[in-house]
């Protein structure tokens, strides 16, 4: 299916663009990538829940993709959060939100620190309250380590991608990683987000994160399922237990042989876990 390219107007104005997949008017379910990704993480889900009769909505993030860059660098939870509640207002429907890492931590926040409900279900894709501090440096590495100076080719990022996740088998065809690079008037490739997303003003680690996520998830009412890599660096399986502690109606999902990019590294995995979770709504 060849999704429609759609735009939303969001929190200070930025326009952000998004994938939608489906019929508009069916349930909606909107999908935040993680940090340092875009909106085509999800195509292989969006088309197949669309096929069963859903609307997905793919979105690139401010400062990600193809949406805009925030001109004053806001890119707090709280800027992504509120993103959320505005696009989620725009349709008849309360929309799921299923969200990876930083889409999963803004979907919490903008659900569980909202005094109306924003969604009607929730799915975090590993992420929780607690993060393993080793799994956040492997992630800020691998972002930062070639920010700067950019890709010679498509190939050499790829090889970058490898050597950060050796799990995962190196794809034949590495064409597909061009959507999430930027080729600059330099001649050389570069990730396709905004630099000051890891390194702005409003980027600094908040030290009340985790205390902020706990008081967030222990508001959820929704229905809410959790999928964590078996083998993810960021959510352990403490982390897991404590989170399904606070929200003891939550259901979870654990796919081997994935680890913190859960979608990508067992793609059908993930869309089956999904999909079932989705069908008892």
């Given at each position: 299916?060849?999704?429609?390219?759609i735009e939303f107007r969001v929190f200070?104005?930025?326009?952000?663009?998004?994938?939608?997949?489906?019929?508009?008017?069916?349930?909606?379910?909107?999908?935040?990538?993680?940090?340092?990704?875009?909106?085509?993480?999800?195509?292989?889900?969006?088309?197949?829940?669309?096929?069963?009769?859903?609307?997905?909505?793919?979105?690139?993030?401010?400062?990600?993709?193809?949406?805009?860059?925030?001109?004053?660098?806001?890119?707090?939870?709280?800027?992504?959060?509120?993103?959320?509640?505005?696009?989620?207002?725009?349709?008849?429907?309360?929309?799921?939100?299923?969200?990876?890492?930083?889409?999963?931590?803004?979907?919490?926040?903008?659900?569980?620190?909202?005094?109306?409900?924003?969604?009607?279900?929730?799915?975090?894709?590993?992420?929780?309250?607690?993060?393993?501090?080793?799994?956040?440096?492997?992630?800020?590495?691998?972002?930062?380590?070639?920010?700067?100076?950019?890709?010679?080719?498509?190939?050499?990022?790829?090889?970058?991608?490898?050597?950060?996740?050796?799990?995962?088998?190196?794809?034949?065809?590495?064409?597909?990683?061009?959507?999430?690079?930027?080729?600059?008037?330099?001649?050389?490739?570069?990730?396709?987000?905004?630099?000051?997303?890891?390194?702005?003003?409003?980027?600094?680690?908040?030290?009340?994160?985790?205390?902020?996520?706990?008081?967030?998830?222990?508001?959820?009412?929704?229905?809410t399922l959790l999928v964590r890599g078996?083998?993810?660096?960021?959510?352990?399986?403490?982390?897991?237990?404590?989170?399904?502690?606070?929200?003891?109606?939550?259901?979870?999902?654990?796919?081997?042989?994935?680890?913190?990019?859960?979608?990508?590294?067992?793609?059908?995995?993930?869309?089956?876990?999904?999909?079932?979770?989705?069908?008892?709504l």
């Amino acid at each position: 299916m060849t999704p429609e390219l759609i735009e939303f107007r969001v929190f200070g104005g930025l326009k952000l663009v998004a994938d939608s997949y489906g019929t508009p008017g069916n349930q909606p379910v909107i999908f935040a990538h993680g940090g340092g990704q875009t909106r085509h993480a999800w195509g292989g889900t969006a088309n197949l829940l669309a096929e069963r009769g859903w609307h997905a909505i793919c979105l690139d993030l401010r400062g990600h993709g193809d949406s805009d860059w925030c001109p004053e660098a806001n890119y707090a939870v709280d800027a992504y959060a509120e993103d959320l509640r505005i696009i989620s207002r725009t349709f008849s429907k309360r929309p799921v939100a299923v969200g990876a890492s930083l889409g999963g931590n803004s979907s919490l926040i903008a659900e569980g620190e909202h005094k109306d409900p924003i969604f009607s279900a929730i799915v975090l894709v590993d992420i929780t309250p607690k993060i393993a501090e080793e799994g956040v440096k492997h992630i800020q590495d691998f972002m930062g380590a070639n920010m700067e100076k950019g890709f010679a080719n498509i190939d050499e990022a790829a090889e970058s991608v490898a050597k950060y996740l050796p799990h995962r088998p190196k794809p034949k065809d590495t064409s597909g990683l061009a959507k999430n690079l930027r080729l600059r008037e330099d001649g050389r490739y570069y990730w396709h987000w905004d630099p000051k997303f890891f390194n702005g003003p409003k980027r600094a680690r908040d030290p009340n994160r985790q205390a902020r996520m706990e008081a967030a998830a222990r508001n959820l009412t929704c229905p809410t399922l959790l999928v964590r890599g078996k083998s993810s660096d960021l959510v352990t399986e403490e982390a897991a237990r404590e989170f399904l502690a606070m929200v003891p109606h939550a259901e979870f999902v654990d796919v081997g042989g994935a680890g913190h990019m859960v979608a990508g590294d067992k793609n059908d995995a993930f869309t089956e876990a999904v999909v079932q979770f989705l069908n008892k709504l």
